[in-house]
């Protein structure tokens, strides 16, 4: 017993190693032990999804699986059971889509019928290709339909016969190559040639000798047709001519739309479909295409034959109707069923004639076809007809213009007068000037001359006045607004709104401090209006060029007991009363007992003024560290914008400019509060601007290092230590360091920078809470090896002339 149970365990134990050892065989490290003969399909899927996600195939890892210990011949057994594994699987996926695919056709099936179209760019123009050339135009037969009645059962053709009820039966029988179908227990039924409805009553009454239910009528046949056959045909002339297998549903526009349609000179109005080497009938696509008639589009035979002939006439329409190309006639068709074809003339097309140019034996020829003979005439094989636009102009058309109630275009009929136009434009408005209308008329030779109407005597019944109108005459009717000057007048000073305005007849200064939103709380009792002076003699003596009316006025009211009556391009002065100052404030902060905003007491309200106002400088105030802000004012950056710099780049410029717009808000005024204490004349204590800031700096012993050196940082003032010291502090300058032109900030915004005399060089006293700056070394170009060469040869050149001149 232990023996059998130890003969399992190895049994299984060796199951799994080939188990484990086929699900990663790429990654195994000993492949001898593989039996390809014990792999499952569900192995082979495994190492088949391997190959797969590593991009490779059982071809190109054969080396490795070798140098892993498999043998060649258990490689060539993995091979062949990995290609028929991939095969079966590809057979089981087509299979697969076609039972969807059958599962769609609701169980009638039909072989698939392909044709690659080819775009036809030669006779895209012909009417008609558009039929055959558009791949999403599909002629197939819908194999969803009930199959029609009169359908012929041939050899290849299912049938799917179902008895139900008492007895039950049902199958599916194809008709053979005899003719015949096979029906268990009732034998072959001979159904080739027949139709399917004549079949089915066949069939029925061979199974009801053999069902008795079925003559009883307890039982029922159903015969139906469940597999298609498929036919050849032939078709010559096409783009695309050859045999064609197609389904036996198939009509006429199914087998010429896989053809390609008629090809480069193939007729598309007599196709003949020959059956039994007959014409049996003769197609015309344009019935389809014009009228939707599809009598021609009949169902086809076995060895139907479709003949597409060369055409016989072909005529060119081009120009304005609805569907410009080639188009195809017969014999016996006009040029009124041509204009059928192209869908007949659109809504710019001249249609009183059509020019035709005509095809003789030697040369061209232009003819021309009035709208009488379009009924009439036949077209020739080569004509091409030329349908033009009509002409941008009007039969009947009248204009009136200007100060009439209705404006516009009216037609125009023969006896015409002024007086009627007038009346159909509603009439004159009440500006209408009636002295005087003007005619713009078009000569015959269209060239144009103006005429003159008197209104009133026209309008009142004098015929002579009542000049009789033209087609294109422009009557325009002047307004009394259109004679008069437009007249300004102007206000500034103080108001709500200075500008320029619109002289009214008896506008007043009351009038005018009204429209413009009256006066301002700063407008004074001074006016001053200046007039223009109007004379014809020209008077040297006065040099005066305008006329000053000064007076006064009740400032805070805007109605005036003396309404002055201004005149045209009168110029009105309201002045500002002398002393009228808003309160305005500047900001103190920092260091002080009441930091914020005050207010301006004085007209010289000083820096010292104010830091009293605020309480005085806190204990902690930093005396060296005052400075006032100053705003910079739009004009001021304007004016620095305006200086040429001559900067060598637009990069640098445009830095600058940026900074000024952006960065530069305020400018900064160092002040020494020690000195101001002192003396408080001192220059410090300078006068105060709306919008300037105080700031009294908190004292920090610390001394700021920035710009090119090795480490920004900020160390302890020390005092007694120099500028080298503090540099030095944080690692000396980097490579691009500028060390002799450094400098320092002081804290109350005064800078010194170091001096050179000479070799000597001097540093800047350093004080807590500055900062030392180090800048960046210009960029220099250093000379080439040419260069250097070029400064010796001269040198030498200099060297040689020397010594000869001094011997």
Do not use: C
């Amino acid at each position: 017993m232990k023996k059998i149970i130890y003969v399992l365990i190895l049994f299984f134990t060796f199951l799994l190693s080939y188990n484990v050892n086929a699900q990663d065989i790429l990654k195994g490290k000993d492949l001898s032990t593989i039996k390809v003969d014990y792999l499952s399909d569900d192995d082979l899927a495994k190492i088949s999804a391997q190959l797969k996600s590593n991009n490779t195939t059982i071809e190109q890892v054969e080396p490795m699986a070798l140098s892993k210990g498999m043998s060649q011949t258990e490689y060539d057994k993995l091979k062949v059971r990995l290609n028929e594994y991939s095969a079966g699987l590809n057979k089981g996926i087509e299979g697969k889509s076609q039972k969807e695919e059958d599962k769609s056709g609701f169980g009638r099936k039909q072989n698939k019928i392909k044709n690659n179209k080819v775009k036809d760019s030669t006779n895209v123009l012909i009417f008609g290709s558009e039929l055959f050339d558009n791949p999403t135009l599909n002629f197939e037969p819908d194999l969803k339909m009930a199959t029609p009645v009169n359908y012929v059962l041939g050899p290849g053709d299912e049938l799917q016969v179902s008895v139900y009820g008492v007895q039950e039966y049902n199958a599916s029988i194809p008709v053979s190559v005899e003719g015949k179908v096979a029906i268990q227990y009732v034998g072959q039924i001979s159904v080739s040639g027949m139709s399917i409805e004549a079949a089915t009553q066949k069939i029925k009454a061979a199974i009801a000798k053999v069902y008795s239910t079925v003559r009883s009528g307890q039982s029922q046949v159903s015969v139906s047709l469940s597999q298609i056959r498929t036919i050849k045909i032939t078709i010559v002339g096409g783009k695309q001519p050859g045999n064609y297998s197609i389904s036996s549903l198939a009509t006429v526009y199914n087998a010429l739309h896989l053809a390609g349609g008629p090809g480069k000179n193939g007729s598309y109005r007599n196709i003949e479909l020959i059956r039994n080497n007959k014409v049996y009938k003769n197609i015309d696509i344009y019935r389809f295409l014009v009228k939707g008639d599809q009598s021609d589009n009949v169902t086809l035979k076995e060895n139907d034959v479709i003949r597409i002939p060369a055409y016989s006439q072909r005529v060119t329409v081009e120009g304005e109707v609805k569907r410009p190309g080639i188009f195809e006639m017969k014999k016996g068709e006009t040029f009124a069923d041509l204009l059928n074809f192209a869908s007949g003339f659109n809504e710019f097309a001249y249609t009183a004639s059509v020019n035709v140019l005509q095809k003789t034996g030697k040369e061209f020829k232009v003819h021309d076809i009035n709208e009488s003979e379009y009924n009439s005439y036949l077209p020739q094989s080569g004509d091409v007809f030329r349908i033009t636009k009509i002409l941008n102009r009007f039969e009947n058309r009248i204009k009136i213009e200007g100060a009439v109630f209705r404006p516009d275009y009216y037609s125009f009929t023969e006896g015409m007068r002024v007086s009627d136009l007038i009346t159909r434009a509603e009439g004159l408005k009440e500006d209408a000037y009636s002295k005087r209308a003007r005619i713009i008329r078009l000569k015959t030779d269209l060239t144009t001359e103006i005429m003159n109407v008197d209104l009133d005597a026209a309008l009142s019944g004098d015929l002579n006045a009542d000049i009789e109108l033209k087609r294109e005459d422009i009557v325009t009717v002047y307004s009394i607004l259109d004679f008069r000057e437009e007249y300004k007048v102007t206000i500034d000073g103080e108001v709500k709104n200075p500008g320029v305005y619109d002289y009214l007849e008896n506008l007043t200064l009351n009038d005018l401090i009204v429209q413009v939103g009256g006066l301002t709380g700063s407008a004074s009792k001074r006016v001053e209006i200046a007039r223009m002076i109007k004379s014809d003699i020209i008077d040297d003596s006065d040099p005066k060029r305008i006329e000053l009316v000064q007076f006064e006025i009740t400032a805070d009211n805007n109605e005036q007991a003396k309404n002055f009556i201004l005149k045209p391009f009168d110029v009105v002065n309201i002045r500002r009363i002398a002393v009228y100052e808003k309160p305005q404030m500047v900001v103190i902060k920092g260091a002080v007992a009441y930091p914020g905003k005050y207010v301006l007491a004085n007209k010289k309200e000083t820096v010292y003024n104010v830091v009293m106002r605020a309480g005085g400088l806190t204990s902690v105030a930093n005396l060296e560290g005052m400075k006032i802000l100053r705003p910079i004012k739009e004009d001021q950056i304007e004016k620095l914008k305006s200086v040429d710099l001559n900067l060598k780049t637009d990069t640098l410029n445009n830095k600058l400019i940026n900074k000024l717009e952006n960065e530069l808000k305020f400018s900064t005024i160092p002040i020494n509060w020690e000195k101001i204490v002192k003396n408080k004349n001192h220059y410090s204590n300078v006068t105060l601007f709306p919008g300037d800031e105080i700031e009294v700096a908190v004292y920090n012993e610390g001394v700021k290092v920035t710009g090119n050196v090795l480490l920004t940082s900020e160390i302890p003032y020390r005092s007694g230590k120099g500028f080298k010291y503090y540099i030095n502090a944080v690692g000396g300058v980097d490579s691009k360091g500028w060390k002799k032109k450094a400098y320092i900030i002081y804290p109350n915004g005064k800078a010194d920078v170091t001096k050179s005399f000479l070799f000597f060089r001097s540093y800047p006293n350093v004080e807590p809470d500055s900062q030392i700056v180090v800048p960046e070394k210009p960029e220099t170009k250093k000379m080439s090896t040419g260069e250097w060469v070029s400064i010796g040869s001269v040198l030498t050149s200099l060297a040689l002339l020397i010594v000869t001149a001094f011997k």
